[in-house]
């Protein structure tokens, strides 16, 4: 179980990681305007790994089924085997 020390601590340190600029902390440079959530999340996301493929926000089954994602979403960028 913390003690108080320990929350105090913990305050403590978060407070002076928030305060400070620190290698590590994720930093973003749009090269187009982030008009919503999501398209800072995928900027993120792409910052850390470019080659990862992402679509934004969908159903698993649609995610991991190309036949139903074509259907539902056409747009997508997502490409992979169709697992049915």
Not at 11 to 18: D, I
Not at 35 to 56: I, K, M, S, W
Request: proline letters at 7%; glycine letters at 4%; a neutral charge.
């Amino acid at each position: 179980m913390p003690t108080s020390n320990d929350n105090a601590d913990l305050r403590r340190a978060a407070l002076e990681y928030h305060e400070l600029p620190r290698p590590g902390k994720i930093s973003v440079t749009p090269t187009k305007q982030l008009t919503n959530q999501r398209d800072l999340a995928l900027a993120l996301v792409h910052q850390q790994d470019p080659a990862l493929e992402v679509d934004g926000e969908m159903r698993a089954d649609c995610a991991l089924d190309s036949a139903l994602r074509r259907s539902i979403l056409p747009n997508s960028t997502l490409r992979g085997r169709c697992i049915s």
